[in-house]
């Protein structure tokens, strides 16, 4: 199959090295975790202790807030912890 195709891959001839392989792939991983996972992280943990945090963890997790800016501009658009509207019926 690959035989038909009008052009041929030789993956020896590639400019890419093993070591820029797994370079990209570091840093890959690394810009996935600290522009996705702990900014989620953080937002989470903040929609779960929002009412019964101390003064000194909340200082703590504003200061990774401030940490993962970049983050949390990332998901900012994605996300709504706003608080649902009260019932009328009360």
Same mark, same amino acid.
């Given at each position: 199959? $690959?035989? %038909? !195709? @009008?052009? =041929?891959? +030789? $993956?020896? %001839? !590639? @400019?890419? =090295?093993l +070591?820029?392989?797994?370079s ?18 953080i ?5 779960a202790?929002?009412?019964?945090m101390?003064?000194i963890e909340r ?5 990774l807030?401030?940490?993962f800016f ?21």
């Amino acid at each position: 199959m $690959l035989d %038909s !195709l @009008p052009f =041929s891959i +030789d $993956l020896n %001839s !590639l @400019p890419l =090295s093993l +070591d820029m392989l797994i370079s990209l792939g570091l840093y890959g991983g690394l810009a996935i975790v600290y522009l996705l996972v702990i900014p989620l992280a953080i937002l989470f943990y903040l929609k779960a202790k929002w009412y019964t945090m101390s003064s000194i963890e909340r200082f703590a997790v504003y200061g990774l807030m401030f940490a993962f800016f970049p983050g949390m501009v990332v998901l900012s658009p994605l996300l709504n912890f706003r608080p649902y509207p009260r019932s009328q019926d009360s």
